[in-house]
C-alpha cells in the first residue's frame, strides 16, 4: 500500500528537485555561501545569468554604473560576509573589472566574477562577434583573467556542477578571486542539483598530524627562551575569520598587540594590550618598542608591502619571529608546511598559557596623548580634521576610506569598540571607497557608514555616487578637496601640472546625480565649519551627508608624509 508523509501543515512536502540549471546550480551555492546581494552591469552575453537571478527571491540584484564598480562593491561585500559576487558581459565588460579583481587578489579577498559568454555553437562557428578581439579567439581574456584570480572555470555541461564547486571552494579556502565563465547555451542547461556543503571562508583541510607535533614542540621551546612576547597583526586574521582567536592569544599571556593598518580595527584599540598601529619608522615610540624589541614577536596574518610598513622601514626581529599565515607556520627559518591560522593559533595559545607566569610584555612605554586640537575659526587643516572627526566616531562605525590621505589620515584615528576601518593599501588603487560603500552598506546594513575619499580618487568613481544615493543609502561622505593628488605631490615634484585635476562642485554634484532625494550638502574650509558639518550629520542621522572639506594642496597627514618619503627614496628620488 502506497504511503504518504503530511507535513503539519497539510501538504505533502515539497521534494529536493531532481535537476536544476548550470546557472542555477552556482545562484544556489552562492546563497549557501551567504551571498544575498549580487552586483554587476547587463550585457546581450550574461543576459540568461541575470534573468536567473531575477527569479530568485534569495537573491538581490544590485545594478552599478560600471563594472570597476560592481567589482569593488562585490570586494567590501565579500569582506563583510565572507563571499562576494559580480556579474560582467564578456569582453569589454569583464576588462573594465579586471582591476578591481586584480585588487581582490591583491588585498586577499574571495570575489566571484562571473562572466557571460557568447554561446558555444557560436564559439565554433569561427565567426566574428562584437566584444572581441578580431583574430576569433574567445580565449583572450580568460587568459588575462588567470594572473588575477587563484581559479578559472569556463563551464560546459557535463563538469559544470564539479568545476563550480571545486572553483567555489577554492576562494573561500584561499580568500582571493575565481573566475567562472558562462556561456550563453550552457547557462541554461540541465545538471544534478547540488549536495553537501562547501567549506566557510578560510577553512582549510588539517595539517600532518607529525608537522603539527613538531610545530608545537619547537613552540614551546622557542617560547621557553624568551622573557617577554608579542602580537602583530596583519589584514589575513579578519580574512580567514581568526580575529577572536587573536585577542584569545593575547588573553592567555597578557601580550600586547599592535596591528598593521590592513588590521585597523581588528583587535579593541580600548584594550590595555592594544601597543597602536605599526608603520616602520612612522611607528609611535611604544608600537615600535612592543614589535622590534621584544624576545618573541607572533605574526599573525602579516604581508608586508612598503605602503603599510612606512615604506620597507619596518625591523621585524625574523630571527625572534614566529610567524603564522594561511597555509603555513614558521618560527625563525623553519617553516611547518600546511598550518592554517586556526590551527596554529590554537597552539601557539596553548603554549603561552603555559607559559602566562614567565612571560611578560617588553617594557613599553606609556600611551601617548592625544594631540590638543588646533584652535578653532582657523583654516582647516589635515590635523584639524582628523581631531574633529575623532571626536565624532562612535561604537561599531565603519569607516571607508580610499587610497592616499583619506587612508593614511584614518589609520591615525583612535576606534572606538566595534568601529572599523575599510581600505585598500596593499593594491592602491584610487577611487575604490565610493562604490565599496554600496558593498559595504548592503553587507553591514545596520552599522553607521563614514566614506572619506580625496577629490582625485572620487572623481575616478564619481558615477557611484547616483547608484549609493539612489538606493536610499545613507553615509556621511567627506571629500578631502586639496585641489589634485596631494599623495603624489608629497612624492615628487609637488608643484608640477600632473598633479592637477578640474575642479568640481563637490556641494552641486550630490542634487544632479540623485534629483529625486538629494542628500545634505555642505562645505567646510575652517574646523569650525567642518564641527557643524559633523553636529549636522548627527542631528539628521539617517539622511545622506556629503561635506566637502577644503584643505591645502600639500596639507598631508603625518603618516602619510613619512610614507612618502621613504617611497620616494626608494624610487631613487
Do not use: C
Not at 46 to 63: E, K, M, S, T, V
Not at 104 to 128: F, K, M, Q
Amino acid at each position: 500500500m502506497n504511503t504518504q508523509t503530511i507535513t503539519p501543515q497539510g501538504y505533502p512536502p515539497t521534494a529536493a528537485p531532481a535537476a536544476t540549471t548550470v546557472v542555477d546550480y552556482l545562484l544556489t551555492r552562492l546563497s549557501q555561501a551567504g551571498v544575498i546581494s549580487v552586483f554587476g552591469v547587463p550585457g546581450d552575453f550574461n543576459f540568461p545569468i541575470l534573468d536567473a537571478i531575477a527569479a530568485r527571491p534569495a537573491l538581490a540584484w544590485q545594478g552599478m554604473a560600471t563594472e570597476q564598480g560592481a567589482g569593488y562593491a562585490a570586494d567590501s561585500y565579500a569582506r563583510l560576509r565572507g563571499l562576494g559576487a559580480v556579474v560582467t558581459t564578456f569582453g569589454v565588460g569583464e576588462l573594465s573589472a579586471i582591476n578591481a579583481i586584480a585588487g581582490a587578489y591583491a588585498e586577499s579577498v574571495p570575489v566571484v566574477h562571473i562572466v557571460g559568454t557568447p554561446a558555444l555553437t557560436a564559439r565554433n562557428a569561427d565567426v566574428t562577434l562584437h566584444h572581441n578581439l578580431p583574430d576569433g579567439d574567445y580565449d583572450h581574456f580568460a587568459r588575462m583573467a588567470a594572473e588575477v584570480t587563484v581559479a578559472q572555470a569556463d563551464l560546459r555541461t557535463a563538469t559544470a556542477a564539479v568545476e563550480i564547486d571545486r572553483v567555489l571552494s577554492t576562494a573561500m579556502r584561499t580568500s582571493r578571486p575565481v573566475y567562472i565563465t558562462i556561456p550563453a547555451d550552457v547557462a541554461g542547461a540541465p545538471v544534478p542539483a547540488p549536495k553537501g556543503r562547501l567549506p566557510k571562508t578560510g577553512e582549510v583541510a588539517g595539517a600532518d598530524p607529525a608537522v603539527l607535533a613538531a610545530f608545537a614542540a619547537r613552540a614551546r621551546s622557542f617560547l621557553d627562551t624568551a622573557a617577554s612576547a608579542s602580537v602583530l597583526v596583519g589584514h589575513l586574521a579578519a580574512r580567514y575569520r581568526v580575529t577572536r582567536a587573536v585577542r584569545d592569544l593575547a588573553g592567555a599571556g597578557d601580550l600586547p598587540v599592535a596591528v598593521l593598518s590592513t588590521a585597523k580595527g581588528d583587535f579593541p584599540e580600548s584594550d590595555p594590550r592594544f601597543a597602536g598601529l605599526y608603520a616602520g619608522k612612522a611607528s609611535a615610540k611604544r608600537t615600535r618598542v612592543a614589535v622590534e624589541d621584544t624576545d618573541v614577536l607572533i605574526t599573525v596574518g602579516v604581508t608586508l608591502a612598503g605602503t603599510v610598513t612606512g615604506g620597507r622601514t619596518h625591523q621585524l626581529p625574523e630571527d625572534r619571529r614566529l610567524d603564522l599565515s594561511p597555509d603555513r607556520a614558521r618560527i625563525g627559518g623553519v617553516v611547518y608546511p600546511g598550518i592554517g591560522l586556526r590551527e596554529g593559533l590554537t597552539i601557539v595559545t596553548a603554549a603561552v598559557r603555559e607559559r602566562a607566569g614567565r612571560l611578560t610584555a617588553a617594557s613599553l612605554p606609556p600611551r601617548e596623548a592625544d594631540a590638543a586640537p588646533p584652535v578653532t575659526g582657523t583654516r582647516l587643516t589635515q590635523q584639524a580634521l582628523w581631531a574633529s572627526l575623532q571626536r565624532f566616531l562612535e561604537p561599531g562605525d565603519m569607516v571607508l576610506a580610499d587610497v592616499g590621505t583619506s587612508f593614511l589620515g584614518a589609520a591615525g584615528l583612535t576606534l572606538p569598540d566595534g568601529a572599523q576601518l575599510l581600505g585598500q593599501p596593499m593594491w592602491a588603487s584610487m577611487g575604490w571607497a565610493a562604490p565599496a560603500a554600496v558593498g559595504a552598506t548592503l553587507g553591514a546594513p545596520d552599522r553607521r557608514l563614514i566614506v572619506v575619499a580625496g577629490d582625485g580618487a572620487l572623481q575616478q568613481t564619481a558615477s557611484e555616487l547616483g547608484t549609493l544615493l539612489a538606493l536610499g543609502m545613507t553615509p556621511v561622505i567627506i571629500v578631502l578637496n586639496n585641489d589634485g593628488y596631494t599623495t603624489e605631490r608629497a612624492i615628487n615634484s609637488p608643484s608640477a601640472g600632473y598633479h592637477d585635476i578640474p575642479a568640481w562642485e563637490w556641494t552641486a554634484l550630490p542634487a544632479a546625480v540623485s534629483p529625486a532625494k538629494p542628500p545634505l550638502a555642505m562645505q567646510a574650509a575652517s574646523l569650525r565649519a567642518f564641527d557643524r558639518a559633523l553636529r549636522s550629520a548627527t542631528r539628521h542621522a539617517g539622511r545622506p551627508i556629503v561635506i566637502e572639506a577644503v584643505l591645502g594642496r600639500e596639507d598631508a597627514p603625518p603618516l602619510l608624509t613619512d610614507l612618502t618619503r621613504a617611497l620616494a627614496g626608494s624610487s631613487g628620488r
